[in-house]
């Protein structure tokens, strides 16, 4: 792996300056990271909004859409950023879904601070890993870049949540946000989670027919593992009577509002009764049959199915406007699903990893 040339002038003034200490040498990275991403926005590298991303250095071609639900601001954010780093191999990509009074300010502001600090953290894992590996051993190399991107990823979340219960203008005590970003790195792909929003890759079976492959955990509070643990921190998992199928986790005396989720960056009110902020890091390496991945809120998967969802995006004959068509048949999912139901913020992006297949395909519509 190469270094960028920016981030090596970064890492060689902090090494000349330790003496001034880690954190100096910690501020140098992330500032370098922070000039990255804003000339990343200068070349229209990185999409924050409703809209498409591509670079004409790979193949990777990004549909992106969110639409504000009917219960207020839109606290669903996302981005993302190709060339990720000045790797021209490489694309970043966030889905982050707000909760509470303060969500939207707490979903925004983590967009803004993991890439960056992702990409500081990565770097200097780099820096300071040997990479004396045997090069015929593939498997030796895939699991030890895995292990220097999971590292960057624990290290990253958890800054980001002791940023967000330190900071000065965002109460985040009683409000939150999903994390769900993926890297691709040439044919290997990162994902890392906390909260429920979802990753589906669409893959091609034996018989050449598109399925559906869920990449990510949906972190809610009655899964078994996650149940145990906020049981070992005293805290509760149940559901109220209006709410038949929602667990959600609760402080021992039930005085606060309970949260349907298991981990979540923010929350603080929560993190001593079993709520973690701990992404769950996984990595898949890509072949041929890999078409492209959904990454999408719960106001999408509420909805809708995995392979709807794959159907849908597959089934949309312009690339550009598949995220707008999925969002589009979750908003009229809710109409016929959830009627009675405040329609929840709904956001997805679709990234294409190849050279989209001349042959049509028919139209898929969602089941009400």
Request: with cysteine; charged share 25%; aromatic share 6%.
């Amino acid at each position: 792996m190469v270094l960028f040339p920016s981030f090596l002038d970064g890492l060689t003034r902090s090494e000349s300056l330790l003496k001034k200490g880690k954190n100096y040498e910690n501020d140098v990275g992330r500032e370098t990271a922070k000039t990255l991403a804003k000339e990343a926005r200068k070349n229209e590298l990185i999409l924050s909004s409703s809209g498409t991303v591509k670079s004409n250095k790979s193949n990777n071609f990004a549909s992106v859409c969110s639409k504000r639900g009917k219960k207020g601001i839109n606290q669903d954010c996302l981005i993302v950023w190709e060339e990720f780093g000045c790797q021209e191999d490489m694309i970043f990509c966030g889905i982050f879904d707000g909760h509470g009074p303060w969500g939207h300010l707490v979903s925004k502001r983590v967009r803004k601070s993991v890439p960056a600090s992702l990409l500081c953290n990565w770097q200097e894992s780099i820096a300071s890993t040997s990479l004396d590996l045997d090069p015929k051993i593939e498997v030796d190399r895939n699991l030890h870049r895995f292990n220097i991107w999971k590292q960057s990823y624990l290290k990253t979340y958890a800054a980001v949540d002791q940023e967000l219960k330190h900071h000065p203008r965002i109460d985040s005590c009683h409000s939150g946000t999903t994390a769900l970003t993926i890297v691709k790195q040439g044919e290997n792909l990162v994902i890392a989670n906390v909260g429920d929003s979802r990753a589906v890759l669409a893959t091609s079976d034996d018989a050449g027919h598109l399925v559906p492959l869920q990449l990510s955990i949906d972190f809610k509070p009655n899964l078994p593992q996650e149940a145990e643990r906020i049981a070992e921190s005293k805290g509760r998992v149940f559901c109220l009577q209006d709410e038949p199928g929602v667990y959600r986790i609760w402080k021992p005396n039930g005085q606060t509002t309970g949260l349907a989720l298991s981990r979540a960056l923010g929350d603080y009110c929560l993190k001593d009764f079993g709520l973690i902020s701990v992404p769950d890091v996984t990595q898949r390496n890509l072949t041929s049959r890999d078409k492209f991945v959904i990454l999408a809120t719960d106001g999408i998967w509420d909805v809708i199915s995995n392979q709807e969802a794959v159907q849908i995006v597959s089934s949309t004959p312009d690339r550009e406007k598949s995220a707008k068509r999925l969002v589009e048949c979750a908003v009229r999912g809710w109409k016929h699903k959830k009627r009675g139901i405040a329609t929840d913020d709904i956001s997805a992006i679709c990234l294409f990893f190849h050279t989209p297949s001349p042959q049509p395909i028919p139209d898929v519509h969602v089941s009400k």
